[in-house]
């Protein structure tokens, strides 16, 4: 279909919070998402609008009348203020946009989206266009809430608030969202770019079906999985790529982010066993497209399709590829597709961390009994079951074993996947405490990847500063962590660690600040913040930052922990007999790991209670006791026991 253009009014749709709500209860989330389609889609049809796009928990939409789009606006945010609540941001402007088959592009487009940035749950915003569009249409009223120069716009921008009955009117000049750049770390020096470098962006998910999201961001995955390898060829890291998902955003702010030349961007729309992928590659100084396609092909030939996109990256950047990185790219791990599709489920659910990775080992695991042969299925599998155990999820004891054999089955079938190594690494020091053989898989897997962020940021904390003490070689690797992955938050979480175990507590807070950025949700940003506020006696801060963890986490036993050692320091002994007894309840019908029960006693001044659970963790393989070295840091009374010192002695840590 060829390009046409037309003058439109353009809405963006939001639930506020979704990523909290989903954390906090997750049918709750689905409910809300599946009311919002629900009344945005009656509403359309009453007003005459079209849907374009639903992406996530959002939408993007058209109407050929600003009125009717102000008119569905409100119709829809007065039924979403009513029970069952839908916290919606709406966001409108009137401008000329391009049609290009599928998709919807154009500056009107990018400013409607910024709009809508700018809400809160419950308001509609609009752009001084629409406006003016509904100014001889006095039943639609509306108050300034003042001017804004947004993020690559030429001009300053008033936006408009409705006023009717049942909406919010925010307070002028209030609002924040996409109006100015943070200036994040970068992977680039003197604002040069590496000449052979591409960022893989997530590929929109172009499926009217929210459930297919995983599969476009697997596919992308996988072709930057298969870049990774190529020593001719810089890639930015995953998480810092998918920093961008969902945002409109000049592609050469995302180049000065990353460090990168060129972006590989693209959409997927799936429907039962056909495929339609849309992939550019597209330099990042000029906006030049230096490669585009379009495959129209059954779910059979995906992988094939990923191998061809791959090549055709190394082929436009002039990537010299040896034998042997030929074969990397080429190399198909399974033909059985509905185990692949279970695979980039895994994936989805494993990067959202938290419970979900409980749904990542249950997807993992169906991949694997479909296809036995399946080596990157075993990796996520290993990958999954062990950071069950770091998360507390599940006990070492219960995961050890099967993470083992799925990590050496996963080297069996192919010897040069990183990730399992890594795993095997973390099973020896977190888990075995055997330092020796953790130490040498952590230098096998980063001899294969050298830039695998996971594995230095792992390698870093685990091994080098709790195990060994050495706060030098931990902090480096956890800056190659950020070097590869600079917008990684969970990378900025573990440096923030490593330098509050180091004594560092206000550049640990100001690391872990940097990572809250990233992710306003970050869980292990959260604690370090707490951690390090408490070292600097901040307990206000350290107060605040501990409630809205255990707020957000559904109340996680490590968060609880950190707010009782805040109490323990300040004097609160009845709150924490409260929050101790809920852990004890709570231990009767879930896994609470035995180390944070030993950390909660000691923050009553039960010592005896304290060992007790400390004990049990040698036999529960808690992973958390490899960090019994440094326990100063949760507790000087634990530290200065006579009984820490037996501790010590089974633990045998490496000099």
């Not at 009107?108 to 700018?118: C, K, P, Q, Y």
């Not at 924490?576 to 809920?582: F, S, V």
């Amino acid at each position: 279909m060829p390009q046409s253009r037309q003058l439109v009014a353009i809405m963006f749709t939001d639930i506020e919070g979704y990523t909290a709500i989903m954390q906090q209860n997750e049918q709750h989330a689905l409910s809300i998402r599946k009311r919002h389609r629900e009344i945005l889609q009656k509403e359309h049809a009453q007003y005459n609008g079209r849907v374009i796009q639903y992406y996530g928990d959002g939408t993007l939409s058209i109407f050929q009348s600003a009125i009717q789009a102000v008119k569905c606006a409100v119709a829809m945010q007065q039924t979403f203020c009513q029970q069952p609540v839908v916290p919606l941001r709406i966001g409108l402007h009137v401008g000329d946009v391009i049609f290009d088959d599928d998709l919807v592009v154009g500056d009107g487009v990018n400013l409607a989206s910024r709009i809508e940035s700018l809400g809160s749950a419950g308001c509609v915003l609009i752009s001084d266009r629409v406006k003016e569009e509904i100014s001889n249409h006095p039943e639609l009223k509306t108050v300034s809430v003042g001017s804004y120069q947004f993020k690559n716009i030429g001009r300053k921008v008033e936006v408009f608030a409705l006023d009717h009955e049942g909406l919010i009117k925010p307070k002028p000049y209030s609002l924040k969202g996409k109006t100015e750049e943070k200036e994040f770390p970068t992977n680039h020096t003197n604002g040069k770019h590496a000449a052979k470098s591409v960022a893989v962006l997530p590929f929109v998910n172009m499926s009217n079906d929210h459930d297919q999201e995983y599969f476009g961001d697997g596919v992308a995955e996988e072709i930057l999985n298969s870049l990774v390898h190529l020593k001719d060829l810089k890639v930015a890291g995953r998480t810092s790529s998918f920093q961008f998902k969902g945002k409109n955003i000049d592609l050469r702010k995302v180049g000065q982010k990353l460090g990168v030349s060129s972006v590989l961007e693209g959409s997927v729309r799936k429907q039962g066993n056909r495929l339609r992928i849309t992939v550019q590659l597209i330099d990042v100084e000029d906006g030049f497209h230096l490669w585009s396609e379009r495959y129209d092909r059954n779910m059979d030939d995906i992988f094939v399709i990923q191998e061809e996109i791959a090549l055709a990256v190394t082929e436009k950047l002039k990537v010299t590829l040896l034998e042997a990185e030929m074969k990397q790219i080429t190399k198909t791990h399974t033909q059985n597709t509905e185990a692949y599709e279970l695979y980039l489920k895994g994936r989805f659910y494993l990067a959202r961390r938290g419970r979900f990775v409980l749904n990542a080992i249950e997807y993992f695991q169906k991949a694997i009994e479909l296809d036995p042969g399946f080596s990157l299925g075993y990796a996520g599998y290993a990958d999954a079951n062990f950071i069950s155990s770091f998360y507390s999820l599940l006990p070492g004891s219960e995961v050890m074993d099967i993470g083992k054999q799925a990590a050496e089955t996963a080297i069996k079938l192919d010897p040069l996947l990183c990730e399992p190594y890594i795993s095997l690494a973390f099973y020896h020091i977190a888990l075995m405490r055997n330092w020796e053989d953790g130490e040498k898989y952590f230098i096998k897997a980063l001899e294969i990847n050298p830039r695998y962020p996971f594995g230095h940021y792992l390698f870093g904390l685990y091994y080098y500063a709790w195990a060994k003490g050495d706060f030098e070689n931990a902090e480096e690797h956890a800056r190659f962590a950020i070097k590869f992955d600079p917008l990684s938050a969970i990378a900025h979480a573990i440096y923030a660690f490593i330098l509050f175990f180091a004594g560092k507590s206000e550049e640990a807070l100001a690391a872990g600040k940097t990572g809250l950025e990233l992710d306003p949700n970050s869980f292990l940003c959260y604690r370090a913040i707490t951690l390090s506020c408490t070292a600097l006696k901040k307990y206000e801060e350290a107060v605040d930052s501990a409630e809205h963890l255990i707020k957000i986490s559904n109340r996680h036993p490590h968060a609880i922990c950190d707010l009782m050692k805040v109490y323990s320091e300040t004097g609160k002994t009845e709150e924490n007999k409260i929050l101790m007894h809920e852990l004890k309840q709570r231990s009767k019908n879930e896994f609470v790991d035995a180390v944070y029960m030993g950390f909660a006693a000691a923050y009553t001044e039960n010592f005896d209670e304290a060992f007790t659970y400390l004990d049990a963790a040698f036999t529960e393989r808690d992973p958390a006791l490899i960090a019994i070295r440094h326990v100063i840091f949760y507790s000087k009374a634990l530290f200065e026991e006579p009984r820490y010192q037996t501790i010590l002695k089974r633990m045998a840590f490496p000099e």
